[in-house]
């Protein structure tokens, strides 16, 4: 057993290594402090062609499209969510195609045709989604409504293209626009009002009045 000695010299051993252990991870701390500033993006020139119209702006490097849309632009219709790509509510169409605006930097849409909710229709002159989700009460509070129907939008492109999903039963048939399919491919948009049935009665309704096969 340890003398009363050895265990007070093993104290004060304990205590001198925690104090310089302290002092080490204060050190680099300290150290990096001025070189925060190096850390910060750089500033670049962008011209983005956003609802037909070619803007420029300067922004940082790591600025997102979310953030550029609705901070530079001042395009707020595109909400901004959970911010880390799991709602769907800032769902923009580039090229045709839907993505998350906040999962992709600015900077690497130079070239591209963005399209925002504003850029589908006005409230003078909506666009067929737009007039489908308010005849079927396709929202609530409405902030998730501009990614679902700029999604929606997307989906009907998706399944004209004849690009199948995961529920497709077919792979190399044109899929059909079903209830099912339509939830599947709008599983990426949460609405937490609870307004799913009446957005996909929105969609049905477009996707009969276009003239595309299958529909209930």
């Known amino acids: 057993m340890n003398s009363p000695d050895s265990l007070e010299l093993s104290r004060r051993e304990f205590l001198l290594a925690g104090s310089a252990a302290a002092a080490a991870s204060v050190m680099p701390l300290g150290a990096?402090?001025?070189?925060?500033?190096?850390?910060?993006?750089?500033?670049?020139?962008l011209t983005l062609e956003v609802n037909g119209r070619t803007h420029e702006l300067q922004a940082d490097t790591r600025t997102t499209l979310l953030d550029a849309l609705r901070e530079h632009l001042r395009l707020t219709g595109t909400k901004k969510g959970c911010d880390q790509g799991q709602c769907g509510a800032c769902t923009v169409l580039v090229n045709g195609r839907r993505i998350n605006a906040c999962l992709t930097l600015a900077i690497m849409h130079e070239g591209d045709s963005i399209t925002t909710i504003e850029g589908l229709g006005?409230?003078?002159?909506?666009?067929?989604?737009?007039?489908?989700f308010v005849k079927h009460d396709g929202y609530q509070c409405g902030y998730c409504t501009p990614g679902q129907i700029c999604s929606a939008v997307a989906v009907l492109g998706e399944i004209k293209a004849g690009i199948p999903s995961h529920v497709s039963e077919n792979l190399a048939a044109q899929p059909m626009p079903s209830a099912s399919e339509l939830r599947e491919r709008m599983s990426g948009n949460i609405c937490r009002c609870g307004a799913y049935s009446n957005i996909i009665d929105a969609i049905t309704e477009v996707a009969g009045a276009s003239g595309m096969r299958g529909m209930p």
């Open 32 to 45: 990096a402090a001025p070189n925060a500033a190096a850390g910060q993006g750089a500033v670049a020139k």
């Open 122 to 132: 006005t409230p003078e002159r909506m666009h067929a989604m737009q007039a489908a």
